[in-house]
């Protein structure tokens, strides 16, 4: 009856879901205070509307009286302060069925909510698309720290090489230089001495280059 919650195991399928869950809903319709209720629909309804469905019925107001058929008959008391006291019963056994309608329209909407194929569809979307972000967040992170890697490696490399080159370029010029003073030395009668040896004797060649001359002479 519409007085009941469907239980969980009877919504075993989305058939099952739209039409016992359809059924309950409309029957409890009919006490809406206000007169457009929306309906569940089905699988083709757009998600907008199943969304105002579900704030329709969250915020659902009952015009549903629950003043007849209470316990004590207001006609049956002897005297006005038994009317009264029976009176007070039937007010707060109102009450508490009025709370229980609520409680049970709460029931039926989270019942709902929670097994609503439409919904569940529109959750596992979101987790998919908000992996999907999550991964491509984390790829881009990677190849945007590969790139500096990279970029880290050249610049190294081209480092080394403008080294190598410098120091290439200055062994080239040391030998270069090294090279023009030998022959300068070379070519200078003064910064040289030879020493001529002949017949037993040491001859040595003078700084200016003037000849030998015989190291025994001016000995006495």
């Known amino acids: 009856t519409f007085d009941e919650v469907p239980s969980i195991k009877s919504l075993k399928n989305a058939k099952a879901f739209y039409t016992i869950l359809g059924e309950c809903f409309e029957a409890n319709a009919r006490w809406s205070v206000l007169k457009q209720v929306p309906k569940l629909g089905d699988e083709n309804t757009p998600i907008e509307q199943v969304e105002t469905f579900y704030t329709f019925w969250r915020t659902f107001k009952s015009k549903r009286d629950f003043s007849f058929n209470l316990e004590h008959d207001l006609e ?51 987790r998919q698309e908000k992996e999907n972000k999550l991964r491509a967040k984390l790829k881009a992170k990677e190849e945007a720290e590969r790139a500096e890697r990279e970029k880290m490696e050249q610049e190294q490399r081209a480092r080394e090489e403008a080294l190598k080159r410098q120091e290439d370029e200055k062994s080239s010029r040391k030998k270069t230089a090294t090279g023009g003073k030998i022959s300068s030395q070379e070519s200078s009668p003064v910064s040289e001495a030879v020493t001529c040896r002949g017949l037993g004797r040491h001859k040595k060649w003078g700084l200016l280059g003037l000849g030998c001359w015989d190291s025994r002479q001016g000995q006495g």
Do not use: H
């Open 76 to 126: 049956t008391a002897k005297n006005r302060w038994e009317r009264r006291a029976m009176q007070k019963e039937n007010e707060k056994a109102a009450r508490e069925k009025k709370a229980a309608e609520f409680e049970r329209i709460r029931s039926l909407v989270v019942l709902a909510q929670n097994n609503d194929p439409r919904l569940l569809a529109k959750e596992a979307k979101a």
